[in-house]
Each structure stands twice: as structure tokens, then as C-alpha cells.
């Protein structure tokens, strides 16, 4: 009567010994739970600081000697045909560079720097600011799509800085006082925008197809000037 369709009844489960641990409690694994859902909270902080000591290097391109290397650099065929070369390798880099083994979202203080090194590389004649920055970010290992994003708020405050620059100088040798100061505004509105949805634009494009097409044009174009310099 005891048992059922003839089965013995088992052995009953083992008592658990008084002060032992009784183990996890039922449920998901631990490892199937992050730690962290979303990006990182520090990411933005990271971000904007980054993005200040990026800026720092633009202060070297208001020397008098940065300026004359700008100025020798614009007058020399020779060397303008080398910057386009460069850009092209450049993109090429960017290219091929695998996105996989990118970790970071934000570039670390001294990589910001870095970048913005990278960036004044780039007032020199046929080289690329988008170029250069985001081939510096993506070796110092940030993703296609952070560097991208980095290039483009790194370029914020460059074109103020040169609008500025511009200004001043315009003010100095005093051709401003004949331009109204509602012209200076709606031009300087005008070429910001501008500006901003082009690299917007080029963002969006570098992101999703890459700037590998350029770089047959650019080649050629480096060969050719230099051939002809």
C-alpha cells in the first residue's frame, strides 16, 4: 500500500548541519545580472574634460612662430601635395581599424590632449582636422562611432576660437569699423551653422560607410601636385 506502481520510495534528502551555509537562494545567476545597465555615469564628466584639455593646443597655434610654419607651409606646393598624402593615410587608418578591440567610450584626460595635439597638427595646408583627430582617437582605442563623436565636439570650440581670431584681427587693422555689427553677427551665425551640419554630416557618413572612398582621390591629388610643384 505504501508504494506506488511497485517504485521503492528513495532516500529522503540529507539534513543540513547546524551552522553550515545554506547556500544561494533560488533564482538568476549572478553572472546573468550587470553590475551596471547603460553607459557609465562618469562618462560625460570624462567627456567634457577630455574635450577642455583638448582644446588647450589651440593656444600654440596663436604663437608667432606656429603662424609663420602655417604661413611657409601654405606657399609650398610641395608640402601641401605631403598633407594630402598624409590625410589619405589618415583615413585609411581609420578605416581599417578594427572597431572590435575599442573599449573606450570617452577619451581619458591625457588621450584628450593627445587628440587635441592631433588637431593642431591639422592647421597645416592638405591635412585633415577630422582626419587626424579621429585617427588619434581610434589608436589610443576608442570606437568609430565615440571618436566620430569626440572629432565633432572638439571642432566646437576651434571654430569659435578661429571666428574669434578673426574678429580681432579684423578689429586691429581697423577693417571692421566699416562692416556693420549686425553683418559680423548674422555671418558669424551663418558660417557656425554651416559649419556644424557639415561635420554633423561628415560624422554621420564617416560612421557609416568610412572615408575609405577619399582616399584614392586624395592620393592621386597628393601625387599630382607634387609632380607638378
Known amino acids: 500500500m505504501g508504494q506506488v506502481h511497485g517504485q521503492a520510495p528513495g532516500p529522503p534528502p ?3 548541519r547546524p551552522g553550515a551555509n545554506p547556500g544561494p537562494p533560488p533564482g538568476p545567476s549572478r553572472d546573468l545580472v550587470p553590475a551596471r545597465v547603460g553607459p557609465p555615469l562618469n562618462t560625460a564628466r570624462a567627456l567634457l574634460l577630455a574635450l577642455i584639455l583638448g ?23 610641395r608640402w601641401i601635395g605631403c598633407g594630402f598624402l598624409i590625410t589619405a593615410a589618415l583615413l585609411a587608418f581609420s578605416h581599417r ?8 567610450e570617452a577619451p581619458r584626460p591625457w588621450q584628450g590632449l593627445v587628440i587635441g595635439l592631433a588637431q593642431l597638427v591639422a592647421i597645416l ?27 565633432f565636439l572638439l571642432a566646437i570650440p576651434a571654430i569659435l576660437g578661429a571666428s574669434l581670431k578673426e574678429s580681432l584681427d579684423l578689429w586691429q587693422h581697423g577693417s571692421a569699423t566699416s562692416i556693420a555689427p549686425t553683418s559680423y553677427a548674422l555671418g558669424f551665425a551663418a558660417s557656425f551653422a554651416v559649419g556644424s551640419l557639415t561635420l554633423r ?11 575609405l572612398p577619399f582616399v584614392p582621390y586624395l592620393i592621386v591629388l597628393g601625387i599630382a601636385v607634387i609632380a607638378t610643384s
Open 201 to 211: 554630416a561628415l560624422m554621420t557618413l564617416l560612421v557609416r560607410v568610412g572615408l
Open 125 to 151: 595646408p592638405g591635412i585633415s582636422r577630422s582626419g587626424s583627430t579621429m585617427a588619434a582617437a581610434m589608436a589610443l582605442g576608442l570606437g568609430r562611432l565615440p571618436a566620430a563623436r569626440f572629432s
Open 97 to 104: 581599424r578594427d572597431d572590435s578591440v575599442a573599449s573606450l
Open 14 to 16: 540529507p539534513r543540513a
Open 55 to 77: 582644446t588647450l593646443p589651440l593656444a600654440l597655434a596663436l604663437s608667432d612662430t606656429t603662424m609663420a610654419i602655417v604661413l611657409a607651409a601654405e606657399t609650398s606646393t
